[in-house]
């Protein structure tokens, strides 16, 4: 477990700003302790300091994981969030999209929502603007990036795509292996 | 006769040697007593300069001394130990060294005001941000001048060896914009004594560092999204309308959905924005927008 590089920890926080605005400040100024990232095998982890400290009792080889995966840096520095980042993103989103009980399952097996699937959306989102996608009874099914503004959605044909997938709760059984 | 004409001779031989006190100047010069400067505003004579340069340039330093001399003969004196004695005021021009001792200082005291972008955070040190562009410069040439050096030495060698090759193995050295970091061998390999790996726990507070850079992260000048703009402006106008529509109970409009549409229009309510619309069908139902 390694501290953040500055020029890494910029690129965390700039792709975490993208979801949650400027509620990122709410995650490393908590009341409950001190939270700090960490990476660890180009993995990003979200850990509180406690947790942390007795982590360090393990060497590099033997350590899996240590608190929560946010995401994981590329080769070329690029950083992409995995579905275990949802359980900090969903409670300080800022933009939501709910889909259609219909279309719930077709999006938790990884496909972009359509129009049609569409059931509510925050007003005033921008393309490209980072969502966080719920049920229609509010229950975080994962999160993605809006194809289409607000009000571009209402004039679009059903068939169009209205918010890329980017992960989905699915991934908890499809990529197993891969997400911590 | 001959020897009053003598002596007038030998008078007026006398009366050329010491030049006349009085200086006549087109434009009068700037006296700075309280340094003994005098700075002459007037034109060169073109013609004299060009002719007899050394004495008309004599002759003119004479004039302005004389001018110095005559403003201290203007000051109060005193007679201290058999010398006449005058007290300089106090010094109106200052000297703003080109380079050396005290320059910086010169320099700080030239820019004591600046000025802070109209984009920018109010809160910004600008005289902070001076020094880092500064800094930066400085770290720019320092890196430009080792390339120069391993080029003309003609070998090949990554910039970071480059950027460690100072005296204080690159350690003041700044990073260079998007400058990338190297791989295998670096700097920090470079520094004997010197842990590749940081701390897990640092003694640092993190804490601020990290709000500091999610601040910096935050406060982005945001582009003009003109997109957004547009929407948004558009739904305040569409808000601005629909109140008007609900505050105007006129006779029409409790006429109107009696009159037309038949009773199964009226059940169905339009939903207001949560509908789907098909664009190829023209919608009746529901309330009209003007």
Known sequence: MKRLTDERAKILFEHLSKYIGTNVKQL???????????????????????????????????????????????????????????????????????????????????????????GRITENAGQYQGVVVYSMNDLPLGFGVLARSTTDCKTADPMTTVCFHQSDIGEYIRAEDTLF | MDVVKEVLAKHQKELDKYKPITVEKHLECRLDLGTLLI????????????????????????????????????LSTERVDESIVAKLPEPTTKWVPTYGFKRAEAEKAKDWVLEVPQNADPNTDMFQKKIDLRNEKVAKNEIQRMKNIVRAKKIDMPRSVAKSSTASVGKFQNKLPKEKEARGLGIKELIPGGKRKQSHITQTPEKEANLDLIKSVLNKKPKL?????????????????????????????????????SRKAVGKKSKGNHGQRAPGKKAQAGRKRR
């Open chain 1, 28 to 118: 490393i100024d908590r009341p409950d302790g001190t939270y700090c990232f960490r990476e660890h095998r180009d993995r990003v982890y979200y850990v509180s300091e406690r947790i942390l400290k007795l982590s360090e009792c393990f060497g590099f080889k033997q350590l899996v994981c240590v608190g929560t995966c946010f995401g994981k840096f590329s080769k070329t520095n690029k950083l992409k969030f995995h579905i275990t980042a949802l359980y900090y993103l969903a409670p300080y989103a800022q933009y939501k999209v709910w889909v259609k009980p219909s279309f719930e399952q077709q999006f938790l097996y990884g496909n972009h929502i359509p129009k049609t699937g569409l």
């Open chain 2, 39 to 74: 700075t002459d505003p007037n034109d060169f004579d073109d013609r004299e300069l060009r002719d007899n340069k050394e004495e008309y340039l004599a002759a003119l330093t004479r004039d302005n001394t004389q001018l110095l001399v005559n403003a201290i003969w203007e």
């Open chain 2, 225 to 261: 999204d003109v997109d957004k703009a547009i929407s948004m402006e558009k739904r305040g106008n569409r808000l601005a309308r629909e109140a008007e529509a609900e505050n105007e109970p006129t006779k029409k409009g409790n006429k109107k959905p009696k009159g037309k549409g």
